[in-house]
């Protein structure tokens, strides 16, 4: 997208786009195997939450499918909660929830949209602010700063910026976090301490490997030394 030339003045609408449309998963590996085996979205990003959030909530994996032109579809796995029970019909289940459901779990479906700078940001929170909307939060991720409100609909609605480009070794990063969920939640009792042994595990795994695919990277780093 074009951006203004000096002097200019932004228009109204600053919007670029949708950045990401969330929800959440019972089950990550059919999730994994539908998106990035069957339609081919590769994962490009992952983040790992664990003690995060409010009192009793859960810790979770958040991870992110490349859909093409810059837009993403994101899924939220949390280890050790179900809204139902036995999810054999994941489809169902968010019309099955029952009441009391925490809200966590309620603003893990949400829509992010894309804008280009801080001051595209900061102008958005001025109007939410002024409105019957005003911003519930503002967080500063890992490569993003994002603003949070509710709509009148009650869904949650997330308007955010872009921090600094994902690099290359981020995205191998959230493949190796996915295998990592992957096997361990096709296992009993899935936890983020159990995702992180077995993503320790397969980074030794796959080093052999990825030496051998970097010519000279050994010798490189003796010289560092």
Known sequence: ???????????????????????????????????????????????????????????FIHFFFD????????????????PQGDQTAPGDAWARLPHGTPEFFKNS?????????????????RRLDE??????????????????????????????????PVAPQEDLDAQLTIAALCDVTAGEAPSMDKLLTRKAELIVERAAAWEAEQPGWREAQRELI
């Open 109 to 125: 479906r949400h829509i992010a949209l894309n804008v280009g700078d801080e001051e595209d940001l900061l102008e958005y929170r």
């Open 1 to 59: 997208m074009s951006r203004n030339s000096p002097g200019q003045a932004k228009p109204v609408h600053r919007v670029r786009g949708v950045d990401h449309a969330a929800f959440p998963t019972f089950d990550p590996n059919a999730t994994v195997r539908f998106y990035r085996d069957v339609l081919k979205f590769p994962i490009v990003h992952s983040i790992c939450a664990a003690g995060w959030g409010p009192e009793r909530h859960p810790d």
């Open 131 to 164: 409105s019957q909307w005003p911003v519930e939060m503002q967080v500063m991720h890992e490569t993003i700063e994002s603003i949070y409100t509710h709509d009148p609909n009650g869904y949650m609605l997330e308007i955010t910026r872009q921090l600094r």
């Open 67 to 82: 859909i093409g032109n810059g837009d993403r579809l994101a899924f939220f796995y949390y280890f050790g909660w179900s």
